[in-house]
């Protein structure tokens, strides 16, 4: 018997200590398998690669991972193509090409390569890097970091080489079950202006840029920070983004970073195109992945929302045209679609005896489709750009880091934001007859800090709504829609008019106490159950089914009883029959109101609506708004707040201070669930009207619990230090820095 068991024994110890040199190697020889099950591990430990199934897929792929995390991928091999068991297994070829094989000994996956190597060893490095290199040389033979998916670690190149064509592009996942490419495309474009773009498949999304030589025009979030450096190179041979982390020491006195599984502390981030297309930025913190940065943040990031020559402000009415322009169909712009951009008011005249000239703005994202004109200063762009008829603007930026150059425009200007917080100067093409104007006016050179494009809807004479308005006057005016100011009227004999309103965000968001306590909690559950039945007539009593698309607390109104009624119907949608759901390119609404899948995606429903009513739910228990809300102990949101004491059982801390005496409990953490469930990420949890109604009218009845909300927005206080100064400043973010985010990563 001893010598079967020592053969046993024999047996089982070659087998784990062969399992055990490929599990804790980082390199594998072409005389070496990787088979499902074992790993190559990077000398630091941070990084594995394995074969591994995402979600509740049953499908194996072989990607690089992080190392004892839960389950974050930053690379795919075979995501077009999985492996359906666990019989897959990655081999390297006598000339260094990567092939990974099924069961059957079939090709799922291969790095393509003919070309002869000279004693080639795979190797995952610190970096998370998978290269192939000479065993004598060392040089690369091939990289993932050249072949990017989702992820964007630092050191790792978005962007093109010149020299051999490659253009590394980040790909969103289709879902998390499945690594193959999404919808959405993350890339920097073109090569010869380059900027960064998110595409959804072949449409701009979003975009940034040029380069200025601290950032990307149009965002703040891309510049030197506490928590990266972003590194932008142009040369002969590449263009590319990248970034680096900072000190470590600085990063721990920043955020109190933990990292239990690495003795080095190194920091873990990633940069991550999202499902929904966003562009998120990840660190490592308290044993959680934290969203520190999010690129596109509000309405006006997204990709020509005003048309050519038109200007987005992040604000009620967003688009206004460029001084000297105007709405190219006025009509449109008074529905809010502003697509369709704004025309000259005086046509340009290319002529040497005329003459055009150019005015200045200042606080702008740049626009889209610029040129770089290498050689030339400010005064000498100005001259060449004049010469050029089809030249509509200039500017002088930093673009490849070898000092100012000339930028110009031979197209439409189009894509443009108000930028005041870090914005370019913008010289743009006027006619004589419009700078002569602009003379006249003491506009010589405009900021647009003075333009005011109001909407009104004509539907009385002027002398009735002036005299019913007291000639405008500012004590009728109770807030500000979407078409415009809303005033205050009194009942006349000619015209049928509302009961007297005013719009209740005005008590309770307000600072001052004496005016919130106005709203005890009795009559705050009265608004928060009026608003549940008043969505529930449009969406299942009316005889039509309407989507509202804007509800929020500037759109709910109280009577004299404190009755709400909601308002401003002016981009609600009325549904068909059996219509449940519909897309738009056109996005409008109200930013801490709407859902993800409309803000990202522009799909609506009913869902849409049960979101924002979800939000105006924990609005009206707090007293406090989502949009803009601070707290000095996390980063989250006023829903991602909400949801942080729900899951630390202290519901009713989210209560607004005054509301101390005469209210109910259970009605007060009844009502934080209801919301909470309104606000879930995905619109099959979220419940439809009718239930909303029934679980708030009905105290005995079991309530679900709430998943993960959509949307967290979260503040991000930045502390730098001025090296010549060796003063110290801070920067928190406000309302007019919103960034659209959901809760956690993938």
């Known amino acids: 018997m001893g010598i079967p068991l020592l053969l046993v024994f024999y047996t089982i110890f070659i087998s784990l200590f062969s399992h055990t040199a490929i599990a804790t190697n980082s390199t594998l020889t072409p005389a070496q398998n990787l088979t499902d099950g074992q790993a190559l591990v990077s000398p630091n430990q941070r990084f594995e690669l394995s074969f591994f199934s995402p979600g509740n897929s049953k499908n194996r792929y072989l990607g690089i991972r992080y190392r004892n995390l839960p389950l974050t991928v930053v690379w795919v091999a075979n995501k077009n193509r999985p492996i359906t068991d666990a019989s897959g297994h990655l081999t390297v070829t006598d000339n260094g090409a990567l092939v990974i094989k099924n069961g059957s000994d079939g090709i799922v996956w291969d790095t393509n390569r003919t070309e002869a190597g000279n004693s080639p060893i795979l190797q995952l490095l610190d970096s998370g890097n998978l290269v192939v290199r000479e065993n004598e040389s060392g040089d690369f033979i091939w990289e993932s970091f050249d072949y990017l998916s989702d992820t964007l670690l630092p050191g790792m190149k978005l962007g093109w080489n010149l020299k051999t064509g490659l253009n590394r592009v980040m790909r969103s996942w289709k879902s998390n079950e499945d690594p193959s490419d999404g919808e959405f ?17 072949s449409e701009n999304q979003y975009r940034w840029g040029p380069w200025d030589g601290a950032r990307f025009s149009g965002s703040n979030e891309l510049k030197t920070n506490p928590v990266f450096t972003p590194i932008f190179t142009s040369n002969s041979d590449e263009i590319y983004y990248t970034y680096q982390v900072l000190n470590d020491s600085v990063l721990f006195r920043f955020s109190s970073f933990r990292f239990p599984f690495f003795s080095n502390r190194n920091i873990l981030s990633r940069f991550v195109v999202t ?88 606080g702008l994202k740049l626009p889209d489709r610029s040129v770089l004109w290498e050689n030339y200063n400010l005064e000498e762009c100005r ?99 979407g078409f415009g100011p809303v005033y205050e009227i009194l009942c006349m004999m000619e015209v049928l008019i509302k009961k007297k309103c005013f719009n209740w965000t005005l008590v309770f968001s307000c600072p001052d106490r004496t005016r919130r306590e106005l709203l005890p909690w009795k009559q705050r559950f009265n608004i928060i159950a009026g608003i549940a039945r008043g969505l529930l007539y449009l969406h299942e009593d009316s005889r039509l089914k309407i989507i509202h698309r804007d509800l929020k607390a500037s759109n709910v109104l109280l009577d004299n009883e404190m009755t709400p009624k909601i308002s401003d ?82 519901p009713l801390e989210l209560m607004d201070v005054v509301l101390k005496e005469s209210f109910s409990e259970n009605e007060v953490v009844r009502c934080m669930q209801v919301g909470l469930l309104c606000v879930q990420q995905r619109t099959e949890d979220r419940p439809t009207m009718s239930s909303v109604v029934f679980m708030l009218s009905n105290e005995s009845a079991a309530l679900p619990q709430p998943k993960e909300p959509g949307f967290s927005v979260q503040s991000f206080s930045l502390k730098v230090e001025s090296a010549s100064s060796g003063q110290t400043s801070s920067t928190a973010a406000t309302a007019n820095d919103i960034t659209i985010t959901a809760l956690t990563g993938r």
């Open 383 to 481: 001259t060449e750009c004049l010469k050029t008829c089809n030249c509509m603007g200039f500017t002088n930026i930093n673009v490849s880091g070898n000092g100012r150059q000339c930028v110009v425009w031979l197209d439409e200007l189009i894509d443009i934001r108000h930028f005041p917080d870090g914005g370019e100067e913008l010289y743009i093409r006027m006619a004589r007859a419009e700078l002569a104007e602009q003379e006249k006016s003491f506009f010589k050179v405009s900021n647009e800090e003075s333009q005011d494009n109001a909407f009104e809807l004509p539907i009385f004479d002027l002398s009735t709504i002036s005299s019913a308005t007291e000639k405008f006057s500012s004590g009728k005016k109770i807030g500000q829609g």
């Open 185 to 201: 495309s993350f890339s920097l474009d073109p090569p010869e202006s380059p900027q960064l773009i998110l595409r959804k498949n």
């Open 569 to 650: 119907f002016g981009i609600a949608r009325i549904f068909g029959g059996e219509q449940t759901e519909e897309k738009t390119k056109r996005v409008m609404g109200t930013y801490g109101y709407m859902s993800p899948e409309y803000a990202m995606s522009g799909h609506f429903s009913v869902k849409s609506d049960v979101f924002s009513f979800g939000v105006l739910v924990i609005e009206i228990i707090s007293g406090k708004k989502n949009w803009g809300f601070y707290h000095p102990d996390h980063d989250l949101n006023l829903i991602g707040h909400a949801w942080k004491l729900w899951n630390e059982e202290s």
């Open 275 to 362: 499902q929904l297309g966003l562009v998120q930025y990840y660190t490592w913190r308290n044993e959680e992945w934290v969203m520190m940065v999010t690129l596109n943040r509000d309405y006006c990031d997204r990709y020509a929302m005003c048309g050519a020559y038109g200007n987005c402000y992040d604000d009620d009415v967003p688009c206004r045209c460029l001084k000297g322009f105007t709405p190219k169909s006025p009509q449109d712009w008074n529905l809010l679609d502003s697509s369709g951009g704004c025309r000259r008011k005086h046509e340009l005249n290319c002529s040497n005896n005329i003459g055009d000239g150019f005015v200045k703005y200042s």
